[in-house]
């Protein structure tokens, strides 16, 4: 399973809005679970939200909820992250995983079996 991140990341004033899509390289997508985590310079890798395989179920960092929506579309092998009112501590890398099995330890990236290569977030406040 290859995750490419394809599109969404860059630069953003505070308070403005982007979208991070992620596709797989097949069709055994759906039967994953999807997370999206963020890296900032000399940090470790946080977690951002997750959602279930079949997109019933998310869960979300505190510092995101309310602004942040993680989807999926499993026909398309595509997760997505949108993004809203950005805040300048959002700042950092974006990487989607694929984790199996069941929906929990969502937090740990070593939950995760499949990465995407990441992509720069930048919010200039």
């Known amino acids: 399973q290859v995750l490419r991140v394809e599109s969404g990341g860059g630069l953003v004033q505070a308070g403005g809005s982007l979208r991070v899509s992620c596709a797989a390289s097949d069709r055994t997508f759906s039967s994953y679970h999807m997370g999206w985590f963020c890296q900032a310079p000399g940090k470790e890798r946080e977690f951002v939200a997750a959602?279930?395989?079949?997109?019933?179920?998310?869960h979300y960092a505190d510092s995101v909820k309310g602004r942040f929506t993680i989807s999926r579309e499993n026909a398309k092998s595509t997760g997505y992250l949108q993004m809203n009112n950005l805040k300048s501590e959002d700042t950092a890398v974006y990487y989607c995983?694929?984790?199996?099995?069941?929906?929990?330890?969502?937090?740990?990236?070593?939950?995760?079996?499949?990465w995407g290569q990441g992509t720069q977030v930048t919010v200039s406040s």
């Open positions: 995983a694929l984790r199996p099995g069941l929906f929990r330890d969502l937090e740990s990236p070593r939950s995760y079996d499949y």
């Open positions: 959602i279930n395989w079949s997109g019933g179920r998310t």
